[in-house]
């Protein structure tokens, strides 16, 4: 007799032309982005900036875009594995915001001393402003002009542009980093969300520029200056 050959049933799974789970998938840990430490204390830009400001901007707010940011990067590279495109494309958006706060912070506060650290720009750096926009004063005024026109939330610029070799005056909306707008290297950035003045100066944004300028790191400006020339 000839013998009966048993096919084997197939599973619902495999019914429906689903793919089985993989197992043992483990699960894939993005690299913390630490907050980085103030190169001052929270009081050393008085009576500038209060230290009662710089506390809370730093530890709460920049510390929030930090965790934020952290906490997408591990959703980013989970997404990743899983191969979730559409996952992947929904939260860069926040990802953008978040990582565009501690980027922008990250250079604000290095782009700041305190008042007996100050010196004006000299080199190369005062050679561009000067031919740019005529002088110190100039390219403050014009700055705080821009940046206090900003309507809403975001941030003024001094940046430096690759293709033009030049350096310009430009304005970011929301936490936007300037690499957004186009291939530009950030030099000077000033915060204008209402958390970084309002404690101290109320709506008074063009008073909080003003002093802005009077604790600005020059010699760091000058620094990101001479990296981008040789770049």
């Known amino acids: 007799m000839a013998s009966k050959t048993l096919l084997k049933r197939p599973t619902l799974t495999q019914a429906r032309g689903m793919r089985t789970a993989r197992p043992n998938r483990r699960a894939v840990r993005a690299a913390a982005v630490p907050l980085p430490d103030l190169p001052y204390d929270f009081g050393a830009l008085e009576p500038y900036i209060s230290g009662d400001i710089m506390k809370l901007h730093h530890q709460m ?17 989970d997404l990743e594995q899983k191969g979730d495109y559409a996952g992947l494309i929904s939260i860069q958006q926040a990802i953008k915001f978040n990582g565009g706060g501690h980027v922008n912070h990250s250079i604000f506060w290095n782009n700041m001393c305190p ?7 000299g080199g190369a750096l005062e050679q561009a402003i000067n031919e740019k926009f005529g002088g110190l004063d100039a390219l403050q005024t014009k700055m705080s002009a821009i940046a206090a026109g900003v309507q809403g939330s975001g941030w003024g610029w001094l940046g430096y542009d690759k293709a033009k070799k030049e350096i310009f005056i430009t304005t970011t909306s ?14 000077l950035g000033v915060d204008v969300w209402e958390h970084a003045y309002y404690l101290q100066y109320k709506n008074k944004r063009p008073d909080y520029l003003a002093n802005f300028f009077e604790v600005v790191n020059w010699k760091d400006v000058a620094a990101r200056y001479e990296q981008a020339l040789a770049a």
Do not use: I, R
């Open 61 to 77: 707010h920049h510390g929030t875009y930090v965790k934020n940011f952290n906490g997408l990067l591990e959703k980013q590279a």
């Open 115 to 121: 008042k007996s650290e100050y010196a004006p720009p």
């Open 174 to 187: 929301n936490q936007d980093p300037l690499v957004t707008k186009g291939d530009y290297v950030p030099l």
